[in-house]
T-cell receptor, first 114, second 111 residues
Framework: GAGVSQSPSNKVTEKGKDVELRCDPISGHTALYWYRQSLGQGLEFLIY????????KSGLPSDRFSAERTGGSVSTLTIQRTQQEDSAVYLC????????????FGPGTRLTVT | QKEVEQDPGPLSVPEGAIVSLNCTYS??????FMWYRQYSRKGPELLMY????GNKEDGRFTAQVDKSSKYISLFIRDSQPSDSATYLC???????????FGKGTTLSVSS
C-alpha cells in the first residue's frame, strides 16, 4: 500500500520567505508527527496530531513555525520568514499505534535557505 | 546532558562481523525503546522495539535494554553490506506524544 508521502522533496528558498511543506499520511492513521533532522543532529520532534485532540506543539522552535492538519488527514508545516538555521530535512511520520511505538516515516523534504 | 546519547561513529566492519550499537539515556521513566534504520536520503524505518528491560531477537538483530544502567544496545549478527545505514535509537517521551531520538550511528559494512 501507499506509504507516507511528502512534497516537495526539495525546496530552496531565500531567507525571509515563507515556505509550506506538505505531508500525506497513510490512510487511516490517526496520529501524525513532524520532525526536523539537521546535519549531525538526531531527529528533533516538532509537533504531534492525534485524531481530533489538540496538537502537542511543544517541539516547535519558534512562533515562525506552525502546522495544521485538515480533515484528520493531510498536514501542512509552515515556516514564516525563513532563516538559514531552518535548513534541514523535515520528516513527517504517521501511526495507527496510540502508544507511539511504531511510526512510519515519509522520505522528507530537504529545505535549503539561502 | 542530552536525554539520549549515541555515538555517531562512523563504524566500519567487514562482512560477517557482529556489530554492537549502543545508546545511553538519562530519564529513568522511559519505558519504550526503539531502533530505527535510515538509508541515505530516506526516512527512518522501524527495526525493533522493546518494552522495559530485557532482550528481543528478530532474525539477525537483537535488542537489549538495561534499565538499571540506562543503556540500550542493538546487535547485528552476520552483518551484510545491505546493513550499511544510519541506526537511530529512540525512546518514547513521558507524555507519550513523540519519540526522542539519538543522533544516529553510521555503519558501513564492506564486502
Amino acid at each position: 500500500g501507499a506509504g507516507v508521502s511528502q512534497s516537495p522533496s526539495n525546496k530552496v528558498t531565500e531567507k525571509g520567505k515563507d515556505v509550506e511543506l506538505r505531508c500525506d499520511p497513510i490512510s487511516g492513521h490517526t496520529a501524525l508527527y513532524w520532525y526536523r533532522q539537521s546535519l549531525g543532529q538526531g531527529l528533533e520532534f516538532l509537533i504531534y496530531f492525534q485524531g481530533n485532540s489538540a496538537p502537542d506543539k511543544s517541539g516547535l522552535p519558534s512562533d515562525r513555525f506552525s502546522a495544521e492538519r485538515t480533515g484528520g488527514s493531510v498536514s501542512t508545516l509552515t515556516i514564516q520568514r525563513t532563516q538559514q538555521e531552518d535548513s534541514a530535512v523535515y520528516l513527517c511520520a504517521s501511526s495507527s499505534d496510540p502508544t507511539v511505538r511504531e511510526q512510519y516515516f515519509g522520505p522528507g523534504t530537504r529545505l535549503t535557505v539561502t | 546532558q542530552k536525554e539520549v546519547e549515541q555515538d555517531p561513529g562512523p563504524l566500519s566492519v567487514p562482512e560477517g562481523a557482529i556489530v554492537s550499537l549502543n545508546c545511553t539515556y538519562s530519564n529513568s521513566a522511559f519505558q519504550y525503546f526503539m531502533w530505527y534504520r535510515q538509508y541515505s536520503r530516506k526516512g527512518p524505518e522501524l527495526l525493533m522495539y522493546t518494552y522495559s528491560s530485557g532482550n528481543k531477537e528478530d532474525g539477525r538483530f537483537t535488542a537489549q535494554v538495561d534499565k538499571s544502567s540506562k543503556y540500550i544496545s542493538l546487535f547485528i549478527r552476520d552483518s551484510q553490506p545491505s546493513d550499511s545505514a544510519t541506526y537511530l535509537c529512540a525512546m518514547r517521551n513521558q507524555a507519550g506524544t513523540a519519540l526522542i531520538f539519538g543522533k544516529g550511528t553510521t555503519l558501513s559494512v564492506s564486502s
